[in-house]
């Protein structure tokens, strides 16, 4: 049952759109030197289409992270390394042959990996066109945007008759 | 160049600096207080910004110097097993516009920890002196809350009732009312309906990454407003070199960089050090004359030393059932179950249990405790996670080890070349067994709660409360200030934060801090014949 409010939470609409500006689509290397085929094919590995949620490259991972490299140059240098362990033909790999490659790399070169990962997820889920998709609302500024719920005092009932659990001391 | 002579400079101007400066200007003291930092304008937090989870990462908006390496930072050394992450900011409210607005009190028995339980020492005030201090703090910050938790003895009204306990909260509850156990709705410096001029929070969440409504209780919000207004004069961007002493060996004043790195003097009658439990200890090393040629209020090789924080496991339970996805909000409720000491259980102290409620989408996909997976389970399991996940922090009580301290670093410097301090810090095995107990007891809750899924990686992690380096007490040979902050060595110099701690105790803080600075403020106050 709590299975299927989940789902209703996160079904809303089901058209995949491509979210933000997915820049430079022809160029083969970003500011940073990636190669930009090999870094949408992983990204989209890593995050791939689900039934109501867009793969990476459709939330501009890849331009998102060029753009991270060419400021963290040693965050560059983990994406270099891993883009160069998936090797050159990565993208035109069949997909399971991909997901292969990049398990290899998580067990062989786990840092490398991870920063590839954790960019990934960042250039995703810091995109506020994913999160309708998550139910996340973000509201900001200085004005108060909604009301607080009240504070319930039911569920006190028991605890509040505990005796008292603190020691004296003077 | 060199200003007027003031009654009173403070060095910091976070919790505790802002405190006493508003109460000193409050009585008509002439107080100067320097803060290396600046303001924050709201508009410009973190918590603004979309991609406010990344400062988690990198940026120059975020919780870790380390990370952000604003001009205003400087780099801290670590060494022995840790922390290494440490956190805190240094500008107008310090730390405070960044933390969490948790407001608990210290209980009557942490005051007394050699009396009752025969370790560590007893702090020279008690509770009682204390709470009338705690009330005023209460009324300053604005506290929303409920009275009569059997935990702790009954505290004045709170000024707006609690923060909602939300579906995660609730959640809980359930575990915690299964069990039989302890847990009361947290007091939070953070409003939960308008007062005082501040509105009520909004449930935006993102507290940690400053509070744009000003419903959080930040000191650049609730005591800097007042306390300019009363009179104080604040210089930011004022980086203090150094206390500097005069021919009889009183505190003449202090000596600081501005914005672009000239030297000044501000003269003072009285010098109060407000700078956090690592940087209390820095200045008062870095501050070595030909009197003090081992740092003032250090005869006895004490200053630094005892550091201590809060050791922490965090442990997170998901649900099936959906949260708020009101992310990285205060916490709604806590449970002081296992904090008086049971001899039974193996250990002496103990520990609060703190819930977090979930955190944002960069990091439920980073992993709290473990990373979502990748690839083709990814989505489903994120949908399982992301509002569906709640955390029980374990906040250990750290008692004071003569080795974990804070010295000053022989080659780091920051970027005024004011030596760096270098931290040495390892948690005893009484922490580390009261924390596997802790962890344990998170644990239990969240099964009994429902969770379909417990995480619990064993890592021990570190809250921001940095204390014990400066203590106080009655023995000037185990201790630097005496029972109204007053260095035992120097007359005329005060240190007043968390380096204060005789003991950490196992709540945060910061209510303590406030309570101890205008306890201070008001021993300063009535010993201003003795100024000079």
């Known amino acids: 049952m709590s299975d299927e409010i989940t789902r209703r939470t996160f079904i809303g609409t089901t058209a995949i759109v491509v979210l933000g500006p997915v820049v430079d689509a022809q160029r083969a290397a970003g500011p940073a030197g990636l190669d930009r085929k090999t870094l949408t094919a992983a990204g989209d590995c890593i995050i791939p289409a689900g039934e109501t949620m867009p793969p990476a490259s459709a939330a501009g991972a890849a331009g998102y992270i060029e753009r991270l490299a060419a400021r963290e140059p040693e965050l560059a240098q983990q994406f270099s390394r891993a883009l160069a362990a998936l090797g050159a033909g990565f993208s035109g790999f069949p997909e399971p042959q991909q997901v292969e490659a990049l398990r290899t790399l998580e067990r062989t070169d786990l840092p490398a990996f991870a920063a590839l990962r954790d960019a990934v997820y960042e250039a995703y889920y810091t995109n506020p066109a994913i999160w309708p998709r998550l139910g996340y609302t973000f509201r900001k500024g200085p004005k108060k945007t909604a009301a607080l719920a009240s504070f319930d005092p039911a569920p006190l009932a028991r605890v509040q008759q505990l005796p008292k659990m603190y020691r004296d001391a003077d | ?532």
């Open chain 2, 1 to 532: 160049m060199r200003a007027e002579r003031a009654d009173v400079v403070v060095i910091g101007a976070g919790a505790a600096g802002a405190a006493l400066t508003w109460r000193l200007a409050s009585r008509g003291i002439a107080v100067v207080c320097l803060e290396q930092g600046d303001w924050l304008r709201p508009s410009q937090f973190a918590s603004e910004q979309t991609n406010y989870e990344v400062q988690l990462r990198r940026g120059n908006l975020g919780l870790f110097p380390a990370v952000r390496r604003r001009p205003e930072d400087y780099p801290i050394v670590t060494a022995g097993a840790g922390p290494t992450d440490m956190v805190m900011w240094n500008g107008v409210g310090g730390s405070t516009v960044h933390w969490e607005g948790h407001f608990p009190r210290l209980h009557p028995s942490d005051f007394r920890v050699h009396r009752l339980d025969g370790v560590a020492d007893d702090w020279p005030i008690a509770y009682a002196d204390l709470e009338p201090f705690y009330d005023l703090n209460d009324r300053n910050v604005g506290v929303s809350g409920v009275t009569g938790d059997p935990a702790n003895p009954r505290r004045s009204p709170r000024a707006t009732p609690p923060l909602p306990l939300g579906p995660s909260g609730a959640a809980v509850v359930r575990g915690f009312e299964k069990l039989g156990w302890h847990w009361w709705p947290s007091d939070n410096a953070i409003l939960s309906r308008d007062h005082d001029g501040r509105p009520g929070c909004d449930n935006r969440g993102r507290c940690n990454f400053g509070c744009a409504l000003r419903a959080k209780a930040s000191a650049d919000v609730t005591y800097w407003p007042k306390a300019l207004r009363g009179g104080a004069k604040l210089l930011t961007r004022a980086r203090v070199k150094e206390i500097t002493v005069a021919p009889d060996g009183r505190v003449r004043g202090v000596s600081y960089f501005d914005a672009r790195g000239t030297i000044h003097e501000q003269l003072a009658k009285v010098v109060v050090v407000c700078c956090n439990g690592i940087g209390t200890p820095r200045m008062l090393l870095a501050s070595k004359s030909r009197l003090y040629p081992d740092g003032l209020a250090n005869g006895a090789g004490m200053v630094g030393r005892h550091f201590m924080n809060h050791p922490s496991r965090y442990v997170e339970g998901i649900f099936d059932e959906p949260f708020e996805a009101a992310t990285y909000g205060s916490n709604p409720l806590f449970s002081q179950h296992f904090y008086e000491t049971d001899s039974a259980r193996g250990f002496v102290r103990g520990y609060s249990l703190v819930v977090y409620r979930p955190g944002g989408p960069a990091s439920v996909a980073w992993g709290d405790s473990e990373p979502v997976p990748w690839g083709k389970g990814h989505h489903e399991e994120m949908r399982r996670r992301f509002a569906h996940s709640v955390g029980i922090a374990v906040m250990a009580e750290d008692l004071p080890e003569d080795v974990n301290r804070v010295e000053l670093d022989d080659k780091v410097t920051d970027s005024n070349g004011v030596p760096a301090p270098r931290v040495t810090y390892r948690a005893s095995d009484n922490t580390k067994a009261l924390l596997q107990h802790g962890a344990n007891a998170a644990r239990q809750v969240l099964e009994a709660a429902g969770a379909r899924t417990v995480f619990d990686n064993g890592r021990v992690m570190n809250f921001a409360h940095y204390m014990g380096t400066a203590r106080m007490g009655t023995d000037p040979r185990r201790s630097v200030v005496n029972d109204w902050h007053q260095s035992h060595e120097v007359q005329n110099l005060f240190v007043v934060d968390g380096s204060s701690f005789t003991t950490s105790a196992a709540v945060n803080p910061t209510s303590t801090i406030g309570a101890l600075a205008l306890r201070a403020a008001d021993g300063i106050w009535s010993r201003r014949q003795e100024w000079g």
